[in-house]
């Protein structure tokens, strides 16, 4: 895939948890360049620096703390427990923090490289002049839920019963919270990752960039 050396591309993958959206992120900006932000490792810090520190205000305290983000030391982080994950999905309801996340890093972060993947919930929102939107999910829930535990109990001691038990829960609310809730964009290509494998994604993701550009 060629593009022009000076053009623009943004790209924002959309969907539910453990749909394999950061996989596919991860392998296409891998394969062609690209510098890609996991949004909701910026929503998981924020998680986590709250219950450690447990501030007073939250938004005088996350509008200092994403200022000063260093990127690329917090994907070297564990931020994938339990605690984290539960409590991310509930600070990601508050309209409040979400705008703190989206105007203090977000569109920070694309203006900052020409090519790049946005992997979250709601980019195509924040970013409706995107040139390529997809919207990934892995139905049945259950095959979804085998994918992460088995990436997960290799960190730590957990159940499939919990993990799937954590997913519906999380995409439940995703789905139905009153500020950016998940739902597909009308100008997004819907991907079902079950019966697809990593490099399945891959190629049908770089069919419909190449047809897009």
């Known amino acids: 895939m060629k593009l022009k050396k000076n053009k623009r591309v943004l790209i924002v993958i959309d969907g539910s948890s453990g749909s394999g959206k950061s996989t596919a992120a991860k392998l296409f900006a891998k394969k062609f360049s690209f510098s890609v932000l996991y949004s909701g490792l910026i929503y998981r810090y924020a998680a986590k620096k709250i219950l450690e520190d447990r501030p007073q205000n939250k938004i005088n305290y996350l509008s200092s703390l994403i ?16 605690e984290i994950s539960s409590y991310s999905a509930v600070i990601a309801k508050e309209k409040k923090i979400r705008k703190i996340i989206t105007n203090n890093f977000q569109k920070k972060f694309v203006k900052k490289f020409r ?3 946005i992997e979250g919930r709601d980019g195509a929102k924040i970013f409706p002049n995107a ?11 259950k095959i979804a839920a085998k994918r992460r535990w088995l990436q997960i109990k290799k960190k730590q001691k957990i159940s499939f019963e919990e993990v799937y038990i ?5 995409d439940f609310m995703d789905k139905n919270r009153k500020h950016s809730k998940l739902e597909r964009h009308p100008d997004s290509v819907y991907i079902n990752t079950a019966n697809l494998d990593k490099l399945g994604v891959l190629k049908f993701m770089q069919k419909i960039v190449e047809k897009k550009l």
Request: net charge positive; with cysteine.
């Open 115 to 117: 090519k790049v993947i």
């Open 67 to 82: 200022k000063k983000i260093n990127y690329n030391k917090i994907k070297k982080l564990n931020l994938h427990t339990q």
């Open 166 to 170: 954590d997913l519906k829960k999380r």
């Open 131 to 141: 040139n390529v939107k997809f919207f990934v999910v892995c139905r049945p829930l």
